[in-house]
């Protein structure tokens, strides 16, 4: 096995779920600003999550919709833009045709003319 390949600072830390307050207390090497009071009057590094296992919808059973950071709101967002753009695309390759058909029209009128 390798030698010095795992990190030689683990200590403490807490991680407190940012959907329901649930904190439990593990060793860990991730870093953190924030520290916070234990239950048993310790202090600790304190990690904020967006989900754990009391709160993700597989392990508590609940159906519920996970909307971290308005990832839904972003792809409608993205979605009805396409449209738009797209919509916008066909009005303009319409006028494109409709310029060509009246250019046409005159070309011909002209030709009768003569």
């Given at each position: ?22 904190r439990f207390i593990t060793r860990s090497t991730a ?58 695309r066909a009005a303009a390759a319409q006028k494109q ?18």
């Open positions: 096995m390798k030698q010095e390949l795992h990190p030689k600072n683990y200590r403490h830390v807490v991680f407190e779920d940012l959907n329901n307050g649930f870093e953190s600003e924030e520290t916070t009071k234990w239950e048993d009057g310790n202090e600790y590094p304190l990690i904020k999550v967006h989900i754990t296992s009391a709160s993700h919808p597989f392990f508590t059973g609940e159906e519920r919709v996970l909307d971290i950071e308005g990832r839904v709101d972003k792809f409608k967002a993205r979605a009805a833009a396409g449209e738009a753009a797209r919509e916008k045709v409709k310029r060509k058909a009246v250019s046409h029209e005159k070309a011909e009128a002209k030709a009768v003319k003569k």
